[in-house]
């Protein structure tokens, strides 16, 4: 009987839902913050499917968003929850503490605040103001912010960005 090899990367479904490598270890009595810290962990089954589930509904937000475009103040609220549900997908995947301690580094600190900022302030304007101008102002500096912020994941993007810019406006 001939014996069949599975390729490379054959059956990787299969060991990442049996790989549950993010339950703790208890070996000794557990303080109740361990405790509720065990009670709080996610499989990585888990992990996948609010990181799926919480996409998704970004996703679907900012399809609607698209469909709102000449209504600004619509398209902003759409834009921004969506906006919110995708960056916290990705604390299902790497955690809220860790998602929150990269988000907060030294080289990323800025355009996390200016990011976090423009959200809230887009639907402020939006929702209490009902001020188109400020809440399209508030959305671009959103958009911005989003993408300074995406670029710091990736080694040298911001002076790429830069200096394509200085190019782009002439300096």
Not at 108 to 130: D, E, M
Not at 137 to 142: K, P, T
């Amino acid at each position: 009987m001939a014996v069949v090899e599975e390729p490379a990367g054959a059956n990787w479904w299969n060991r990442l839902r049996t790989n549950t490598g993010f339950e703790p270890q208890v070996d000794e009595p557990q303080t109740l913050l361990g405790q509720l810290d065990e009670a709080t962990t996610l499989s990585r089954m888990q992990r996948i499917y609010g990181f799926a589930i919480c996409l998704g509904i970004g996703l679907a937000f900012g399809f609607l968003a698209s469909l709102f475009l000449l209504l600004p103040v619509k398209f902003a609220i759409l834009y921004t929850v969506s906006n919110i549900f995708s960056i916290g997908s990705t604390m299902f995947l790497m955690g809220p503490m860790k998602q929150l301690g990269k988000m907060f580094d030294k080289g990323r600190i800025v355009a996390t605040c200016a990011y976090l900022a423009s959200l809230g302030l887009t639907l402020w304007a939006a929702l209490w103001l009902h001020n188109i101008v400020l809440t399209l102002v508030f959305l671009l500096v959103q958009f911005c912010a989003l993408v300074w912020y995406c670029l710091s994941y990736i080694p040298y993007a911001r002076q790429v960005a830069t200096s394509m810019g200085r190019s782009f406006f002439g300096e």
